[in-house]
């Protein structure tokens, strides 16, 4: 794996786990690698030597090879153009500001968005108003949120929101769904 770009081959093993629907104490003992080895590959916090890749590849019945094609570049630098959107959007006010499957999500919402909906997410998410101001409630507490305020959500905690003025911009930007949540 010492090509001149590193790959983050943690993805590509994640999602043929996943799509085998094995646990990782599973692949472990398929492997005869350790769980907590196996999830710091998954998170990319650890570079499998070419040995141990094959013994993943092996307990996810496919190839070293086919993982590594399957894993995505280690280095990206993509820019989403004010106009554009990154992915189609699926709501009215509704941007997602990151193209692809990353470990960070970003969405700005734009208008008078009332998401009345509770959400809890597994991991970490921020969110920052540009212009406007936001309601939100979280584990039972009313935050008002103005221009230029942010507020940090610890993952599981459970919360709704809602803009409340003509014009509001509130960018959401979360530790992917994908991501294990740490410690």
């Known amino acids: 794996m ?4 590193t790959l983050r081959v943690g993805s590509a093993v994640r999602r043929r786990r996943r799509a085998l629907d094995l646990t990782l104490a599973a692949v472990a003992e398929r492997s005869g690698l350790s769980v907590p080895f196996l999830s710091q590959i998954e998170n990319e916090r650890a570079r499998p030597s070419m040995r141990s890749l094959q013994r993943v590849a092996d307990a996810l019945e496919t190839t070293a090879a086919e993982l590594l094609a399957a894993a995505d570049n280690a280095r ?3 820019v989403v153009r004010a106009d554009e959107a990154a992915v189609p ?3 009215v006010g509704v941007r997602r500001l990151v193209r692809g499957h ?3 999500h970003a969405v700005e919402y734009t208008g008078e968005q009332d ?3 509770e959400y809890q997410h597994r991991n970490d998410e ?3 108003v540009a212009d406007g101001a936001v309601d939100v409630e979280a584990e039972g507490r009313a935050y008002r949120l103005e221009k230029g305020d942010t507020l940090y959500l610890s993952g599981g ?3 709704r929101w809602r803009a409340t003025r003509p014009g509001t911009r509130l960018l959401v930007v979360g530790v992917g769904a994908h991501i294990e949540a740490g410690p």
């Open 2 to 5: 010492a090509d001149k770009e």
């Open 76 to 78: 990206v630098v993509d």
């Open 89 to 91: 959007v699926t709501a």
């Open 102 to 104: 990353h470990q960070l």
């Open 115 to 117: 998401a009345d909906r």
């Open 126 to 128: 921020l969110m920052y």
């Open 157 to 159: 905690v459970r919360h």
